[in-house]
Antibody, heavy 121, light 110 residues
């Protein structure tokens, strides 16, 4: 069974850097027509796409977060990572790792369970 | 990029049909057939319901159907059931090679 699992510190202070890891089990990050994405959801709000990468090095970010976000994939560890610098209270959310399957599906078809991030002042 | 616009809530009685709208622009919904819908039960991760505007993944009930008209996408749930109570999110690919979600719609079964 293919699964995604997010991990990382759940509590940070303002101005620190958030670092999360997403581990894929049951498949290889290098196989398939897949992009590896991060999506977040502040409490009681909708989903916000953060960005995506693939094993070919193609990386795209939400323009509103681009200056603070880095997404990368490590094929040796079968993982995808997210870094967000200079966090504020506005970055507090549940962060999901999601697999985007490209043509012909073009949708986020596999999601991790999410990890909650709290930002304190 | 601006979030797609969804109604905050929609409700219906068991057995009825309801439709959730998702409004975007010609740079996202109107420009591509890469609209997808997700169901999110409380405390759970989103689950893919519809992709490619109208397609259902294997295992998704045919009570869920999607469509698109111009810059608006629609999700219809027919034969509403109690376990359809959840949040529903739309998403679209955009002209900036990015993806955008809607604000989510809470469905209540009366």
């Amino acid at each position: 069974q293919v699964q995604l699992q997010e991990s990382g510190p759940g509590l940070l202070k303002s101005s620190q850097t958030l670092s999360l890891t997403c581990t894929l089990s049951g498949a290889s990050v290098s196989s398939g027509n897949w992009y590896w994405s991060w999506v977040r959801q502040p409490a009681g709000k909708g989903l916000e796409w953060i960005g995506r990468t693939d094993t070919s090095g193609g990386t795209y970010y939400n323009p509103s977060l681009k200056s603070r976000v880095t997404i990368s994939v490590d094929t040796s560890k079968n993982q995808c990572s997210l870094q967000v610098t200079s966090v504020t209270a506005a970055d507090a959310a549940i962060y999901y790792c999601a697999r985007y399957t490209a043509y012909p599906m073009e949708a986020f078809d596999l999601w991790g369970r999410g990890t909650m991030v709290i930002v304190s002042s | 990029q601006s979030a797609l616009t969804q109604p905050a809530s929609v409700s219906g009685s068991p057995g009825q049909s309801i439709t959730i709208t998702c409004t975007g622009t010609s740079s996202d919904i109107g420009g591509y057939n890469y609209v997808s819908w997700y169901q999110q039960s409380p405390g759970k991760a989103p689950k893919l319901l519809i992709y490619g505007v109208t397609q259902r993944p294997s295992g998704v009930s045919n009570r869920f159907s999607g469509s698109k008209a111009g810059n608006m996408a629609l999700l219809t749930i027919s034969g509403l059931q109690g376990d359809d109570e959840a949040d529903y999110h739309c998403s679209s690919y955009t002209s900036g090679s990015t993806w955008v979600f809607g604000g989510g719609t809470k469905v209540t079964v009366l």
